[in-house]
């Protein structure tokens, strides 16, 4: 009897332990999840509240994802032409992994390689990568000015050839929350899927 009760002890503490690690990622409308002293490649530790911006832009990304480099030169432009520290738009990307190759020095080399314009953090615990719900990199999230999740899915809608968008996702997206107009919810994003524990 003492095994039995023993063992059900066991069973129950492991499954609260279980329950526990889940989180929970938001919805749309939601808050965005807070988060501090996220570590960046350019050597500065940042919070939630060094965005204040009427809109901000994170983009859960990674070095070594074929989709995500791809993408990187468009997020260059973006950044360059939609944001600024006294722009409305904040652009923040942020690395789920700590890894070969994506360690915060080779996200320092990646940042200095390609003239990065914009603060990319990582997320060593994967505690906001998983709040926010990412599924791949790279994976867009818009967040309004009361910090309201109202757009997450892809960038775009062609990942391969640049030359062959149709729909600039992100950028109407925010071009709608500065306009006070309503904005597309959700689409898909393409890109590497995000293991992690």
């Known amino acids: 009897m003492r095994t039995l009760t023993a063992a059900f002890t066991v069973l129950f503490l492991t499954t609260a332990i279980h329950a526990r690690e889940k989180v929970q990622a938001i919805a749309l409308g939601d808050s965005i999840p807070a988060f501090e002293k996220l570590p960046c ?10 965005f204040p911006q009427d809109v901000l832009v994170v983009v859960v990304t990674c070095n070594e994802c074929p989709v995500a480099r791809a993408y990187e ?8 032409t939609r944001c600024g520290p006294t722009g409305k738009v904040a652009f923040l990307a942020v690395n789920p992994y700590d890894r070969e190759g994506d360690t915060l020095a080779d996200m320092k080399k990646r940042v200095e390689e390609s003239n990065l314009p914009f603060e990319y953090a990582q997320d060593k615990d994967h505690l906001f990568t998983k709040k926010l719900g990412a599924e791949k990199t790279p994976h867009v999230f818009v967040f309004d000015k009361d910090r309201k999740l109202v757009y997450k899915g892809a960038f775009d809608d062609s990942w391969l050839d640049p030359s062959a968008v149709k729909k600039r996702y992100l950028s109407d997206v925010v071009d709608a929350v500065l306009s ?18």
């Open 41 to 50: 490649a350019s050597g500065k530790e940042i919070s939630l509240k060094d």
């Open 73 to 80: 030169q468009r997020f260059v432009d973006f950044s360059k």
């Open 180 to 197: 006070g107009k309503k904005v597309p919810a959700v689409t898909k994003p393409e890109g590497c899927p995000i293991h992690i524990d």
